[in-house]
């Protein structure tokens, strides 16, 4: 394995300026899987019956997901985070190799807007997209944002 950085985990609470909150059939099952993917267990909040109600799941800051226990809606969620400098192939090897049944790891692909993408669905079909830049086109990808992309923004050197 190269030797990439591993996204630092922010465990202090603030308050979030976004989150997803994915339904999810096996809460335990689906926390394991995100583990995989590198988030934490942050917090557990217990329901009456003392079952876990809400697990409070962090990757890096502001990248946070909750699960509920629920009835999967698959495909109905997809949240896109920052890769954080993390190896998308090898997380991709590492997780087609112990991926649980029902879940489906896609790419990493790269997209017309100059990054690369992991797709990940997990057993329920929540989806996680994992985005890193292309370092080595961030020129080109300013000067293609410049030439193609129409919109009141600013691209800097």
Same mark, same amino acid.
């Given at each position: 394995?190269?030797?990439?950085?591993?996204?630092? /985990?922010?465990?202090?609470?603030?308050?979030?300026?976004?989150?997803?909150?994915?339904?999810?059939?096996?809460?335990?099952?689906?926390?394991?899987?995100?583990?995989?993917?590198?988030?934490?267990?942050?917090?557990?909040?217990?329901?009456?019956?003392?079952?876990?109600?809400?697990?409070?799941?962090?990757?890096?800051?502001?990248?946070?997901?909750?699960?509920?226990?629920?009835?999967?809606?698959?495909?109905?969620?997809?949240?896109?985070?920052?890769?954080?400098?993390?190896?998308?192939?090898?997380?991709?090897?590492?997780?087609?190799?112990?991926?649980?049944?029902?879940?489906?790891?896609?790419?990493?692909?790269?997209?017309?807007?100059?990054?690369?993408?992991?797709?990940?669905?997990?057993?329920?079909?929540?989806?996680?997209?994992?985005?890193?830049?292309?370092?080595?086109?961030?020129?080109?990808?300013?000067?293609?944002?410049?030439?193609?992309?129409?919109?009141?923004? /600013?691209?800097?050197?």
């Amino acid at each position: 394995m190269s030797e990439q950085p591993v996204p630092v /985990i922010d465990r202090t609470i603030y308050p979030m300026p976004m989150f997803a909150t994915f339904r999810v059939a096996d809460i335990a099952a689906a926390e394991a899987f995100y583990h995989a993917v590198g988030f934490v267990s942050l917090a557990t909040i217990p329901g009456p019956d003392g079952t876990p109600f809400v697990v409070h799941l962090r990757r890096m800051k502001y990248q946070d997901l909750l699960l509920v226990p629920g009835e999967p809606d698959r495909g109905s969620t997809t949240v896109s985070f920052a890769a954080g400098g993390q190896d998308l192939a090898e997380l991709a090897a590492a997780l087609r190799a112990a991926a649980p049944v029902g879940a489906r790891v896609e790419g990493p692909t790269d997209t017309l807007w100059f990054t690369s993408d992991l797709t990940l669905d997990d057993p329920d079909g929540n989806r996680v997209i994992l985005s890193a830049p292309r370092e080595a086109e961030m020129a080109a990808a300013r000067e293609w944002a410049r030439e193609n992309i129409e919109g009141d923004f /600013i691209v800097e050197n």
